[in-house]
Nanobody, 116 residues
Framework: QVQLVESGGGLVQAGGSLKLSCAAS????????MGWYRQAPGKQRELVAT??????RNYADSVKGRFTISRDNTKVTYLQMNSLKVEDTAVYYC???????????WGEGTLVTVSS
Protein backbone atom coordinates (compact mmCIF):
# COMPACT_ATOMS: atom_id res chain seq x y z
CA GLN A 1 0.00 0.00 0.00
CA VAL A 2 1.34 3.41 -1.03
CA GLN A 3 2.27 5.68 1.84
CA LEU A 4 2.81 9.42 1.60
CA VAL A 5 3.75 11.25 4.79
CA GLU A 6 3.89 15.04 4.79
CA SER A 7 5.78 17.19 7.26
CA GLY A 8 6.96 20.75 7.67
CA GLY A 9 3.70 22.63 8.03
CA GLY A 10 3.16 25.23 10.69
CA LEU A 11 2.51 28.86 11.47
CA VAL A 12 4.52 31.56 9.76
CA GLN A 13 4.18 35.30 9.27
CA ALA A 14 3.45 36.77 5.89
CA GLY A 15 6.65 37.16 3.91
CA GLY A 16 8.24 34.19 5.63
CA SER A 17 9.25 30.77 4.34
CA LEU A 18 8.45 27.13 4.99
CA LYS A 19 9.66 23.90 3.45
CA LEU A 20 7.33 20.95 3.19
CA SER A 21 8.50 17.37 2.78
CA CYS A 22 6.68 14.29 1.55
CA ALA A 23 8.24 10.90 2.21
CA ALA A 24 6.92 8.17 -0.06
CA SER A 25 7.10 4.45 0.35
CA UNK A 26 5.89 1.37 -1.52
CA UNK A 27 5.99 3.14 -4.87
CA UNK A 28 8.04 2.83 -8.03
CA UNK A 29 9.82 6.15 -7.80
CA UNK A 30 11.08 6.32 -11.36
CA UNK A 31 7.52 6.03 -12.75
CA UNK A 32 5.87 8.50 -10.41
CA UNK A 33 4.83 12.10 -10.87
CA MET A 34 4.79 13.83 -7.51
CA GLY A 35 2.85 16.91 -6.60
CA TRP A 36 1.49 19.25 -4.00
CA TYR A 37 -2.10 20.36 -3.78
CA ARG A 38 -3.81 22.55 -1.23
CA GLN A 39 -7.27 23.12 0.15
CA ALA A 40 -8.23 26.29 1.95
CA PRO A 41 -11.30 26.42 4.21
CA GLY A 42 -14.46 26.49 2.15
CA LYS A 43 -12.61 26.00 -1.12
CA GLN A 44 -11.88 23.12 -3.45
CA ARG A 45 -8.57 21.37 -3.52
CA GLU A 46 -6.26 22.98 -6.07
CA LEU A 47 -2.99 22.23 -7.76
CA VAL A 48 0.11 23.90 -6.36
CA ALA A 49 2.94 22.19 -8.21
CA THR A 50 3.92 18.91 -9.83
CA UNK A 51 7.19 17.33 -10.89
CA UNK A 52 7.51 14.35 -13.19
CA UNK A 53 10.04 11.55 -12.92
CA UNK A 54 11.99 13.34 -15.67
CA UNK A 55 12.06 16.52 -13.62
CA UNK A 56 9.52 18.57 -15.56
CA ARG A 57 7.81 21.05 -13.27
CA ASN A 58 4.42 22.69 -13.39
CA TYR A 59 3.18 25.45 -11.08
CA ALA A 60 -0.07 27.18 -10.38
CA ASP A 61 0.09 30.82 -11.51
CA SER A 62 -0.53 31.95 -7.94
CA VAL A 63 2.74 30.43 -6.68
CA LYS A 64 5.09 30.89 -9.65
CA GLY A 65 8.28 32.61 -8.61
CA ARG A 66 7.62 31.96 -4.92
CA PHE A 67 7.39 28.16 -4.57
CA THR A 68 9.79 25.50 -5.79
CA ILE A 69 9.08 21.79 -6.03
CA SER A 70 11.90 19.27 -6.02
CA ARG A 71 12.51 15.58 -5.46
CA ASP A 72 15.46 13.39 -4.61
CA ASN A 73 16.46 9.75 -4.89
CA THR A 74 15.41 8.92 -1.35
CA LYS A 75 11.75 9.18 -2.43
CA VAL A 76 11.23 12.54 -0.80
CA THR A 77 9.46 15.43 -2.49
CA TYR A 78 9.88 18.98 -1.26
CA LEU A 79 7.99 22.22 -1.58
CA GLN A 80 10.02 25.30 -0.73
CA MET A 81 7.63 28.15 -0.08
CA ASN A 82 8.98 31.69 0.04
CA SER A 83 7.30 35.08 0.30
CA LEU A 84 4.28 33.45 1.85
CA LYS A 85 0.96 35.28 1.76
CA VAL A 86 -2.07 35.03 3.97
CA GLU A 87 -3.93 33.49 1.05
CA ASP A 88 -1.47 30.59 1.01
CA THR A 89 -3.08 29.35 4.22
CA ALA A 90 -4.39 25.85 3.57
CA VAL A 91 -3.93 22.17 4.19
CA TYR A 92 -1.23 21.01 1.80
CA TYR A 93 -1.48 17.50 0.40
CA CYS A 94 1.19 15.40 -1.20
CA UNK A 95 0.08 13.52 -4.32
CA UNK A 96 1.67 10.75 -6.26
CA UNK A 97 0.42 9.73 -9.71
CA UNK A 98 1.64 6.65 -11.50
CA UNK A 99 3.02 7.47 -14.95
CA UNK A 100 2.02 3.98 -16.03
CA UNK A 101 -1.66 3.73 -15.18
CA UNK A 102 -2.53 7.20 -13.88
CA UNK A 103 -3.62 6.03 -10.44
CA UNK A 104 -3.23 8.76 -7.84
CA UNK A 105 -2.53 8.47 -4.12
CA TRP A 106 -2.74 11.12 -1.44
CA GLY A 107 -1.18 11.92 1.87
CA GLU A 108 -3.18 13.06 4.86
CA GLY A 109 -2.06 16.68 4.58
CA THR A 110 -0.15 19.21 6.62
CA LEU A 111 -1.54 22.55 7.72
CA VAL A 112 0.17 25.78 6.70
CA THR A 113 -1.08 28.95 8.36
CA VAL A 114 0.22 32.34 7.26
CA SER A 115 -0.55 35.22 9.59
CA SER A 116 -0.65 38.89 8.68
Amino acid sequence: QVQLVESGGGLVQAGGSLKLSCAASRITWRFSTMGWYRQAPGKQRELVATITSAGARNYADSVKGRFTISRDNTKVTYLQMNSLKVEDTAVYYCMRRSEIDGVANWGEGTLVTVSS
